[in-house]
């Protein structure tokens, strides 16, 4: 189940980067969102090609990776609590879930704590959900400057999360904003950053997001099927 699944959110991928304009045209790097699955299913969408895994929570994250025995990119999607940032850089390649100047710091600590580059991406709240963590816009230039000054951290982008909309077309004025954002980043005079990801799209609104922009999109439940709570 787990093999068709991954071809069909592929197939699905190409057809969406096939609507979308000539000016958007790159890869599309799939996240495995792996959250309440277990190891053997992490390893049967591994072995059928998924080279990346996403987790939300540090603990259930740490437990896999002292487990997994295959190599894969790690990737923190969920929202971060500083007193977590020593166990995040030991175990992440890329946290997409840098939302505050507090916890950019915390981060770069503690990766110069084990002489590490973290990557990072920015997330921002585009739609300013209080249940939902990320910047707002009207922040990002500062925090996006003082970032690209730690000596420890690599900013390689931004992430967001869209409302659950009941109709999900509603999702593409936001994903269209968002990528505006974006290339407007791209254009900064940041010194040390590299600003090539925008993670943005999940199960229910990965196609839209990627019409619209979207390089990494994190699906979980369209691979794994519902998660077993």
Known sequence: MITEN??????????????RDPDKQEDVLLVAVTK????????????????????????????????????VTWHLIGHLQTNKAKQAVKIFDLIHSIDSLHLAEAVNNAASGINKIQKILVQVNL??????????EDDLKSLLYKVDEMSNLELMGLMCIAPNYDDVEECRPLFAKMYEIFKKVKEMDLKKSNIIYLSMGMTHDYQIAVEEGANIVRVGTGIFGPRQY
């Not at 991954?6 to 609507?19: C, E, F, P, Q, T």
């Not at 299913?41 to 487990?67: H, L, S, V, W, Y």
């Not at 739609?127 to 707002?136: H, L, M, P, T, V």
């Open 6 to 19: 991954l071809n069909k959110v592929r197939d699905n991928i190409d057809v969406a980067k096939g609507h």
């Open 36 to 71: 309440n699955h277990d190891i053997q299913a992490m390893r049967e969408a591994i072995d059928a090609g998924i080279t990346d895994i996403g987790e939300n929570r540090i603990q259930e994250a740490k437990e896999k990776f002292e487990t997994l025995d295959r190599q």
């Open 127 to 136: 739609a300013q959900e209080e249940s939902k963590f990320g910047i707002y």
